[in-house]
T-cell receptor
């Protein structure tokens, strides 16, 4: 099956610093990538939809200036958590869909972010 | 109304029994339907996809789709403790895929 690689898998950072998470589709072109966050024992929460070559679409309540998304190519999207705070600690997961309709989403391995 | 709805559970099923997970969706033009399994602390993994009305079987898993009633279900036969996880229903159309909030399944020995 298709592979989506997410990096890093774990990161610990200090409050006030920024963290960048990469999501790559390794064997297909992804016009759309999605970013989710998930708190312990809670469901996936869609943060934003990232479209190649255009601005990301953020879900209600997600601060676009805090969670910067860049989808510069058909195989790479990045999420930057700016000025991170302990409440940003969470599991961040990306997914990507190939360039055709009605297809499944493929998930990255997730990034466990801990802000201390 | 949410676009994809699932009972959050937890659904507790004895080992060896059949686990039945249900999902309803609101967009009638949806074309593709998926079930993902997510273990705690891990990313979701695709376990079944179904595109036409009826049943689709893969090992111990059977996906059922009824487009007229706008529901899709997943049956797990001979449930094992390793099936304990959260199961996410996903519905795909022309431009996006929408996930339900997931059902937590617990298989008790």
């Amino acid at each position: 099956g298709a592979v989506v690689s997410q990096h890093p898998s774990r990161v610990i950072c200090k409050s006030g610093t920024s963290v960048k998470i990469e999501c790559r589709s390794l064997d297909f072109q992804a016009t759309t990538m999605f970013w989710y966050r998930q708190f312990p024992k809670k469901s996936l929460m869609l943060m934003a939809t990232s479209n190649e070559g255009s601005k990301a679409t953020y879900e209600q309540g997600v601060e676009k200036d805090k969670f910067l998304i860049n989808h510069a190519s058909l195989t790479l999207s990045t999420l930057t958590v700016t000025s991170a705070h302990p409440e940003d600690s969470s599991f961040y997961i990306c997914s990507a869909t190939p360039r055709r309709a009605n297809t499944e989403a493929f998930f990255g391995q997730g990034t466990r972010l801990t802000v201390v | 109304q949410k676009e994809v709805e699932q009972n959050s559970g937890p659904l507790s099923v004895p080992e060896g029994a059949i686990a039945s997970l249900n999902c309803t969706y609101s967009d009638r033009v949806s074309q593709s339907f998926f079930w993902y399994r997510q273990y705690s602390g891990k990313s979701p993994e695709l376990i079944m996809s179904i595109y036409s009305n009826g049943d689709k079987e893969d090992g111990r898993f059977t996906a059922q789709l009824n487009k007229a009633s706008q529901y899709v279900s997943l049956l797990i036969r001979d449930s094992q403790p390793s099936d304990s996880a959260t199961y996410l229903c996903a519905v795909s159309g022309a431009s996006k895929i929408i996930f339900g909030s997931g059902t937590r399944l617990s298989i008790r020995p």
